[in-house]
């Protein structure tokens, strides 16, 4: 069971829903958070991924593979602006499994 939060930096807006540790698991699978300094996104790559590039992993979005770093929004700072972020608490937890 997973409780996903949504995270918000409050001076450019990037928001992302995610566990407060930085990976998960759900029934599809255990996921790990990723920032990728090239694109400026938080990326979730599995862990079956991870495996099976033999953690030679790369940004689903943009595809490198030289800027990704793990994250998770307690320690991680925006990747657009490099801000804390915040826990919006306008917006539920959502419980998935």
């Given at each position: ?11 450019c ?14 029934m599809s699978?255990e ?10 996104n938080i990326?979730?790559?599995s862990a079956?991924e ?6 030679d ?5 943009c ?6 770093s793990?994250w ?6 925006c ?9 919006d ?9």
């Amino acid at each position: 069971m997973a409780e996903w939060r949504t995270y918000v930096c409050k001076k450019c807006g990037y928001s992302v829903q995610t566990e407060p540790n930085g990976h998960y698991a759900l029934m599809s699978g255990e996921y790990y958070n990723f920032k990728c300094s090239k694109c400026k996104n938080i990326v979730y790559i599995s862990a079956d991924e991870l495996a099976r590039s033999q953690y030679d992993v790369h940004c689903p979005i943009c595809g490198d593979t030289e800027h990704l770093s793990t994250w998770n929004p307690i320690e991680g700072k925006c990747p657009r602006c490099n801000r804390k972020m915040e826990l919006d608490s306008s917006r539920g937890i959502m419980m998935a499994d």
